[in-house]
T-cell receptor, first 110, second 113 residues
Framework: GQQVMQIPQYQHVQEGEDFTTYCNSSTTLSNIQWYKQRPGGHPVFLIQLVKSGEVKKQKRLTFQFGEAKKNSSLHITATQTTDVGTYFCAVGGSQGNLIFGKGTKLSVKP | DGGITQSPKYLFRKEGQNVTLSCEQNLNHDAMYWYRQDPGQGLRLIYYSQIVNDFQKGDIAEGYSVSREKKESFPLTVTSAQKNPTAFYLC????????????FGPGTRLTVL
């Protein structure tokens, strides 16, 4: 079935450093979504990418969808302690469900 | 995600007991989903329902059961047949099966003693 690989599994950064997480699929995706889960919380929708080569920005967050629509990345510029959490990519399954990557857990040292 | 509630937030169960987790949404969404999350893992689909009175098994349905008698409610029962039930359970909904964004409830953390 559909799978999406996400790396790295963990990332520890000093506050102010940049952070990037990557998702890859072996098949072409119709779209990809990104979610953030704070420690002890639930996933919260961040953004959806649909178009080949699409780049979207939300303040310090930059989301990219690859030209072949098989990969995506989330980049955070100058991390802050409020960025702590696990970032998931997700793709649509055949039954309307979401198939999640395993997530990248970000920790930020003040 | 503000329109989805799950209760209780924390639940403790003895081995051999069935337990039901509540999920209610007031978003008028047709589709609802149950996911399980284990530490350091992504979310795995347990059951889903695209419309009232209909539901389908997800990837890890064994040991679980659901019902969808009302549009706004999708309770999950964790039965004694589930071998490793301790996990974080998340309910989600979206406007329709073809819709995109899923909205998650706050989750129920189940611990089997």
């Amino acid at each position: 079935g559909q799978q999406v690989m996400q790396i790295p599994q963990y990332q520890h950064v000093q506050e102010g450093e940049d952070f990037t997480t990557y998702c890859n699929s072996s098949t072409t995706l119709s779209n990809i979504q990104w979610y953030k889960q704070r420690p002890g919380g639930h996933p919260v929708f961040l953004i959806q990418l649909v178009k080949s080569g699409e780049v979207k920005k939300q303040k310090r967050l930059t989301f990219q969808f690859g030209e072949a629509k098989k990969n995506s990345s989330l980049h955070i510029t100058a991390t802050q302690t409020t960025d702590v959490g696990t970032y998931f990519c997700a793709v649509g399954g055949s039954q309307g469900n979401l198939i999640f990557g395993k997530g990248t857990k970000l920790s930020v040292k003040p | 995600d503000g329109g989805i509630t799950q209760s209780p937030k924390y639940l403790f169960r003895k081995e051999g007991q069935n337990v039901t987790l509540s999920c209610e949404q007031n978003l008028n969404h047709d589709a609802m989903y149950w996911y399980r999350q284990d530490p350091g893992q992504g979310l795995r689909l347990i059951y889903y329902s695209q419309i009232v009175n209909d539901f389908q098994k997800g990837d890890i349905a064994e040991g679980y059961s659901v019902s969808r008698e009302k549009k706004e409610s999708f309770p999950l029962t964790v039965t004694s047949a589930q071998k490793n039930p301790t996990a974080f359970y998340l309910c989600a909904s979206k406007r329709s099966a073809g819709g995109d964004t899923q909205y998650f409830g706050p989750g129920t953390r189940l611990t089997v003693l």
